[in-house]
T-cell receptor
Framework: GAVVSQHPSRVICKSGTSVKIECRSLDFQATTMFWYRQFPKQSLMLMATSNEGSKATYEQGVEKDKFLINHASLTLSTLTVTSAHPEDSSFYIC?????????FGEGSWLTVV | AQKVTQAQTEISVVEKEDVTLDCVYETRDTTYYLFWYKQPPSGELVFLIRRNSFDEQNEISGRYSWNFQKSTSSFNFTITASQVVDSAVYFCALSEAGNQGGKLIFGQGTELSVKP
């Protein structure tokens, strides 16, 4: 099956700094990737759709200037949380679309202190 | 608008019991996909099944089975003879056909606890 790798798996950053999370499709090309966020004990919510070579499409209520998404190649999308605050602490997980469905990365736990 | 409802927030069973997780969905599309994922405490999402809206056949995979009923917009998941390793949060999800299952709308999740 298709493999998606996400890095880092866990990151702690100081309030006010930025942190980048990478999502890579290892054995297939993905023109479209998706970024989800999950707060503790809650469901997964789609943040944005990342399209290779074009601007990401953000869901309503997601600040595009705070959550920067770059999809510069067919195998890599990055999510940068800028000026992170404690309320951004969450589980972030990406999905890369292949022929039949999206394949999820392992997820990244972000803690902002 | 699309919506997925998992009314059961938490379920607790004793090992070897059968358990059914309910999922009800709403969509105006005639073509769509339904999914079930398992999320253990480590966080990763484990894919369990994908079903398209034209395939109403029930499916069995080992101890897992799924009952898809378009008439009631339900896609329920049953674990037979549950085991402690089945303890996790289970998510039902819906995708429009145009997204080919990539963009998902998740239900609230059901936390299953299987006690020895």
């Amino acid at each position: 099956g298709a493999v998606v790798s996400q890095h880092p798996s866990r990151v702690i950053c100081k309030s006010g700094t930025s942190v980048k999370i990478e999502c890579r499709s290892l054995d297939f090309q993905a023109t479209t990737m998706f970024w989800y966020r999950q707060f503790p004990k809650q469901s997964l919510m789609l943040m944005a759709t990342s399209n290779e070579g074009s601007k990401a499409t953000y869901e309503q209520g997601v600040e595009k200037d705070k959550f920067l998404i770059n999809h510069a190649s067919l195998t890599l999308s990055t999510l940068t949380v800028t000026s992170a605050h404690p309320e951004d602490s969450s589980f972030y997980i990406c999905s890369a679309r292949s022929r039949d469905r999206g394949y999820f990365g392992e997820g990244s736990w972000l803690t902002v202190v | 608008a699309q919506k997925v409802t998992q009314a059961q927030t938490e379920i607790s069973v004793v090992e070897k019991e059968d358990v059914t997780l309910d999922c009800v969905y709403e969509t105006r599309d005639t073509t769509y996909y339904l999914f079930w994922y398992k999320q253990p405490p480590s966080g990763e999402l484990v894919f369990l099944i994908r079903r398209n809206s034209f395939d109403e056949q029930n499916e069995i995979s080992g101890r897992y089975s799924w009952n898809f009923q378009k008439s009631t917009s339900s896609f329920n998941f049953t674990i037979t003879a549950s085991q402690v390793v089945d303890s996790a949060v289970y998510f039902c999800a819906l995708s429009e056909a145009g997204n080919q299952g990539g963009k998902l709308i998740f239900g609230q999740g059901t936390e299953l606890s299987v006690k020895p």
